[in-house]
T-cell receptor, first 115, second 109 residues
Framework: DAGVTQSPTHLIKTRGQQVTLRCSPK?????VSWYQQALGQGPQFIFQ???????QRGNFPDRFSGHQFPNYSSELNVNALLLGDSALYLC??????????????FGAGTRLSVL | AQRVTQPEKLLSVFKGAPVELKCNYS??????LFWYVQYSRQRLQLLLR??SRESIKGFTADLNKGETSFHLKKPFAQEEDSAMYYC???????????FGQGTRLTINP
């Protein structure tokens, strides 16, 4: 089991562009959460997808959107990139229905740099 | 609102000394607390969660609802404990995790 995989590992974009990040959950997991981790900070929750719908959302603008596919993989899209969007983007997977629902397993992240 | 505070950004102790990483939380409901660790060049991984009441790699953490704390402790630090440690809060029924800013622990030989 490869665990949670994210692609790409690094990305460089310019202001105003759009970006798509991808995540494959750990085998057997059906829930994907996305976090933004700025330098020197802890991860901040962006949103979570379960059964192909956004189940919960953090305090992020509508420029941040996502999608979950039938195979449980997920994408994070960010439109109209700002310099402040530069960060490490983490994907975490978990099981949506069991008592262990809050154990989230993290990917290695995608480092996004906006110039 | 849910909030997690880790008051120490940096903590340095000598090998064999006791370690305590502090974590305080704010949450009106029944919390689920976690400690995640990130070793150098590795991904964030779960160290322990309060409801498991287990000791992992010699670390323990007790949830104190009166003081709203979930401090991480180890009686004898080892060099391989050097890492970034994050305390995280998951509210009951909620799916998101709220993280503290993290504490970088350095164990000196």
């Amino acid at each position: 089991d490869a665990g949670v995989t994210q692609s790409p590992t690094h990305l460089i974009k310019t202001r105003g562009q759009q970006v798509t990040l991808r995540c494959s959950p750990k085998s057997g997991h059906d829930t994907v959460s996305w976090y933004q981790q700025a330098l020197g900070q802890g991860p901040q929750f962006i949103f979570q997808y379960y059964e192909e719908e956004e189940r919960q959302r953090g305090n992020f603008p509508d420029r941040f959107s996502g999608h979950q596919f039938p195979n449980y993989s997920s994408e994070l899209n960010v439109n109209a990139l700002l310099l402040g969007d530069s960060a490490l983007y983490l994907c975490a997977s978990s099981l949506g229905k069991t008592g262990a629902k809050n154990i989230q397993y993290f990917g290695a992240g995608t480092r996004l740099s906006v110039l | 609102a849910q909030r997690v505070t880790q008051p120490e950004k940096l903590l340095s102790v000598f090998k064999g000394a006791p370690v305590e990483l502090k974590c305080n939380y704010s949450y009106s409901g029944s919390p689920e607390l976690f400690w995640y660790v990130q070793y150098s060049r590795q991904r964030l991984q779960l160290l322990l969660r309060h409801i498991s009441r287990e000791s992992i790699k010699g670390f323990t953490a007790d949830l104190n609802k009166g003081e709203t704390s979930f401090h991480l402790k180890k009686p004898f630090a080892q060099e391989e404990d050097s890492a970034m440690y994050y305390c995280a809060l998951g509210g009951q029924g909620a799916q998101k995790l709220v993280f503290g800013q993290g504490t970088r622990l350095t164990i000196n030989p």
